[in-house]
């Protein structure tokens, strides 16, 4: 009988961190979804990928303190702290009228912000919770994380259609979905923090930052998110420009990501076994190169083709920069400084990314040159990673 509530809670726990990581990604992807209904209204494509960098730009900033708020609150009051953020920024960012401008910006700085908490902290209260799990357990949420992102895209334009705000009423959705999951996360939140607190807010950044395995995590985060988020937020207007229909394009970029989610819940597991995660994060950057070409200058049938072998490499990449970050860190305080620098330092370089892509596409070189920089960003994922993924620890001693 003593054993059954241990298993429940662990149950309830994972579930919760599941439920956590499909929140991460809906709000950004949604807004790739629904790129052309906001460029009719008005938007300009520069403006819509600004708000897709803003909140890279907050992964960085906040991601940089955010390991450090996860050890003073708690890692699991942390994560509350951040579902509510999200809960609230995408309700002040889909308000109309006078404050729209305002609200736009806003909302967009406040989703960005809970969403870097929840980008930190989960990896600490991995390593916290399931020392001698986190191959798989980091599979379960990278995969959960690319759920949400396909969400974010499969559901935007109908809900759009369904509700009186259009497209506002689409984005405010994904905040009552992470009120939803703050309300079932609440009891962890009462529970004692069991971390320690930092001597100084960036210590831990500090100790690592004078390392260099470190920093060629934060290399491989920042290349392989400036490939996935450039990928996410341009794909489906891309496929328009080339004769698509908004939904057709739309349910091929959700097939990818749910494609995706396959290579998601296994690379990282089977990676997390080998002494070595270099060969793994080299073939993923190969599937990213590989399929961004094809989409780009491939017709038909090998256009789609190529467009799923990208969801392969974009979603396992994804979930390795998750892994390495725990198989990089000696405790769960150095997973929750290290994926604060990380993240900081990934984000941060990243997140002209969309943007960038956007202003490039209404250029004489349009979308080749745009698509032709991530093929260029992508080759250097895969060396970043290939060093990032040779063995070795990190410590904060």
């Not at 004078?210 to 990928?231: D, E, N, P």
């Amino acid at each position: 009988m003593s054993h059954s509530p241990s298993r429940w809670q662990h149950v309830v726990l994972i579930i919760g961190i599941l439920l956590i990581g499909m929140n991460l990604r809906p709000s950004i992807t949604a807004l790739s979804a629904l790129a052309e209904r906001m460029h009719y209204d008005g938007l300009s494509r520069e403006t819509i990928g600004s708000l897709t960098t803003i909140p890279l730009i907050l992964f960085g900033v906040v991601g940089l303190w955010a390991g450090w708020i996860g050890k003073l609150m708690g890692f699991a009051r942390a994560l509350g702290l951040g579902l509510f953020l999200i809960g609230i920024g995408c309700w002040i960012r889909s308000l109309p009228g006078d404050v729209e401008i305002f609200s736009r910006f806003g909302g967009t700085i406040l989703l960005g912000a809970g969403i870097a908490l929840g980008n930190v902290v989960l990896p600490g209260l991995v390593k916290s919770r399931y020392p001698n799990h986190v191959g798989i357990l980091t599979s379960l949420y990278a995969t959960s994380m690319n759920l949400g992102a396909a969400c974010g895209i499969a559901f935007s334009v109908p809900l759009a259609e369904l509700l009186p705000g259009g497209w506002r009423s689409a984005l405010a959705a994904w905040g009552g979905f992470a009120i939803i999951v703050l309300l079932l996360w609440s009891p962890q939140m009462f529970a004692r923090p069991t971390t320690r607190k930092s001597e100084h807010p960036l210590a831990g950044v500090m100790v690592l930052a004078k390392q260099i395995r470190a920093w060629q995590v934060a290399a491989f985060m920042g290349l392989q998110s400036w490939v996935f988020y450039c990928s996410v937020a341009w794909l489906p207007t891309l496929l328009q420009s080339k004769g698509m229909a908004e939904t057709t394009a739309a349910n091929w970029v959700v097939g990818m990501q749910l494609l995706g989610c396959a290579a998601s819940l296994t690379i990282p597991t089977l990676a997390g076994r080998s002494k070595s995660q270099s060969s793994w994060v080299v073939g993923c950057a190969l599937f990213n190169v590989v399929g961004l070409t094809g989409t780009l200058l491939l017709p038909g049938i090998w256009q789609i083709i190529s467009l799923l072998i990208l969801g392969l490499g974009l979603n396992a990449g994804f979930g390795l920069v998750l892994l390495l970050i725990p198989l990089r860190s000696k405790n769960p305080e150095t997973a929750a400084s290290l994926s604060s620098m990380a993240q900081a330092a990934g984000y941060l370089f990243s997140s002209p990314g969309p943007w960038l892509v956007g202003l490039l596409s209404t250029t004489a070189g349009g979308w080749p040159l745009a698509f032709g920089v991530v093929i260029g960003i992508a080759v250097l994922g895969g060396i970043a990673g290939f060093l990032a993924g040779r063995p070795g620890e990190l410590s904060l001693d």
